[in-house]
């Protein structure tokens, strides 16, 4: 297993060899910076770290200024640790490497995207949970159509029940979108598409894990 880190552009569609639409996500998929190799003799497991995105120097601490300095790498926005690799692919990575999509991925291949949905803030049962509301607008429920309604018995259990669908914070949860399929890949733009939707807003940052 492999896996790169990259951001959702957002989405569009391209036709396939039969000339039928197909429906896909645009992921700007690197480069990936490796910043340090993790060895399971030296930190007890095994795992690559990648980075992804410059940004300015200006806005990177000494430490980490110093951790990255030391990898040979630019200062990186986003810094992951990523366990997918297999060993022997482990050993070839060296401080300072850069990965793109090519050198991962193919047209063709099975992925899971890992991602976070979009925040929706504070949000009622009807919105979170597709709650009905209370019903048609009779006997004096002029503003109760939206209500939950009761959310327990009253004598026993004296209580409300954990896990009572109510409403609460929504989305902003981390997503793995399995089994899509790349089908193109843009090496002069760092670009893949998969077919299918994937969680998160635009810019948000994905992890592309090869099945």
Same mark, same amino acid.
């Given at each position: 297993m492999s896996a790169l880190l990259g951001?959702?552009?957002?989405?569009?569609?391209?036709?396939?060899?039969?000339?039928?639409?197909v429906p896909v996500t645009v992921v700007q998929l690197g480069p990936n910076y490796v910043a340090q190799v993790k060895t399971k003799d030296i930190d007890g497991y095994d795992a690559v770290q990648l980075g992804f995105e410059e940004k300015s120097e200006r806005n990177v601490t000494k430490p980490e200024a110093g951790h990255l300095d030391k990898a040979g790498v630019p200062s990186l926005r986003y810094i992951k640790e990523v366990d997918s690799f297999d060993a022997e692919r482990l050993a070839?990575?060296?401080?300072?490497?850069?990965?793109?999509?090519?050198?991962?991925?193919?047209?063709?291949?099975?992925?899971?995207?890992? !991602?976070?949905?979009?925040?929706?803030?504070?949000?009622? =049962?009807? %919105?979170?949970?597709?709650? &009905? $509301?209370?019903?048609?607008?009779?006997?004096?429920?002029?503003?109760?159509?939206?209500?939950?309604? !009761?959310?327990?018995?009253?004598?026993?259990?004296?209580? =409300?029940? %954990?896990?009572?669908?109510? &409403? $609460?914070?929504?989305?902003?949860?981390?997503i793995t979108t399995r089994n899509l399929t790349i089908?193109?890949?843009?090496?002069?733009?760092?670009?893949?598409?998969?077919?299918?939707?994937?969680a998160g807003a635009k810019n948000q940052l994905v992890q592309v894990v090869k099945g």
């Amino acid at each position: 297993m492999s896996a790169l880190l990259g951001k959702k552009v957002g989405m569009t569609g391209v036709f396939d060899a039969e000339g039928q639409y197909v429906p896909v996500t645009v992921v700007q998929l690197g480069p990936n910076y490796v910043a340090q190799v993790k060895t399971k003799d030296i930190d007890g497991y095994d795992a690559v770290q990648l980075g992804f995105e410059e940004k300015s120097e200006r806005n990177v601490t000494k430490p980490e200024a110093g951790h990255l300095d030391k990898a040979g790498v630019p200062s990186l926005r986003y810094i992951k640790e990523v366990d997918s690799f297999d060993a022997e692919r482990l050993a070839s990575f060296k401080p300072g490497a850069v990965l793109k999509a090519e050198d991962v991925f193919h047209e063709g291949d099975t992925v899971h995207v890992v !991602s976070t949905s979009k925040g929706r803030g504070f949000q009622g =049962v009807v %919105k979170r949970h597709h709650f &009905g $509301g209370v019903g048609q607008q009779t006997h004096g429920q002029s503003d109760r159509q939206r209500a939950p309604g !009761s959310i327990g018995a009253s004598s026993y259990p004296s209580r =409300v029940f %954990k896990g009572q669908r109510m &409403g $609460g914070r929504m989305g902003g949860n981390r997503i793995t979108t399995r089994n899509l399929t790349i089908v193109r890949i843009l090496p002069e733009q760092n670009l893949i598409m998969i077919k299918g939707s994937i969680a998160g807003a635009k810019n948000q940052l994905v992890q592309v894990v090869k099945g």
